[in-house]
DNA sequence: ATCATGTGCAACCTCCAGGTTGCAAAGGTA
DNA sequence: TACCTTTGCAACCTGGAGGTTGCACATGAT
């Protein structure tokens, strides 16, 4: 298999990964929390959510499994934090598909002119 | 409930959809071949896919009911193309998410400066 | 020392996403 | 017409995602 090929698998396999993990409601919805409201501790999060904390807990560590999160033990809370950098990877990723798409659509029209 | 918070549930929900549907590699892999190669059928993207014409065929469906692509009938064959509107609709609800983060990391320092 | 609060762990349940196989149907082609 | 190709439909199977409850364990407050 080609080098080019090799790498468009693996970042499939990253990027998809960070996409399942914002692909729930209940996640992004966590993750839009954050975002507005900073730094918050699991039960702050769990409040308001609709669903249990433990719950809340799960997906906590989906999203820290998929590197958009990390936490930091305060006392005897756990406060979780959002990774921007993290979603900076999957939005590139976004970009070069439209960017890589509108490459391929050029090509076809310039096929499709020459042909006739 | 106030405005605001009913319009980011309902951002929320609708970018979920998005992300769900570029959260699973098969899926993800479909999206990166249409960009690559430009609009294909179904049989032709099963090709080399790993999985059966029916798995793909479902999969379409999916990005189908995010939106993220669309189909054309040339005569026996249905020929699937990218709708990158779609996919700047997540890229700005990623870039909205980062830039609130931001906002509330600044509002957190300022307070903690006015404190000590 | 006692009590309340925040979290972790484990067992359990339900449902559906992702996949398969088999067959029918519609549209080109010789 | 007969044949090949591309797609659609339906039934079916299985694992894991998302959720719950119950209890144990730290840690901070009184």
């Given amino acids: 298999m080609s080098r080019r090929l090799e790498r468009t698998r693996r970042a499939v396999a990253e990027a998809s990964l960070i996409f399942a993990a914002l692909g729930d409601p209940t996640r992004l919805g966590v993750v839009a929390r954050?975002?507005?409201?900073?730094?918050?501790?699991?039960?702050?999060?769990?409040?308001?959510?609709?669903?249990?904390?433990?719950?809340?807990?799960?997906h906590l560590q989906t999203l820290a499994g998929a590197g958009l999160v990390h936490d930091v033990r305060v006392g005897r809370e756990r406060i979780w934090e959002l990774e921007t950098a993290r979603l900076q990877l999957a939005r590139r990723e976004l970009d070069r598909i439209s960017a890589e798409w509108d490459a391929a659509i050029g090509r076809l029209k310039a096929f499709v002119e020459e042909e006739r």
Avoid: D, H
Wanted: charged share 20%; proline share 4%; aromatic share 0%.
């Fill in 34 to 58: 954050l975002s507005a409201e900073g730094p918050l501790s699991i039960t702050r999060l769990s409040e308001g959510a609709g669903v249990t904390r433990q719950a809340i807990s799960k």
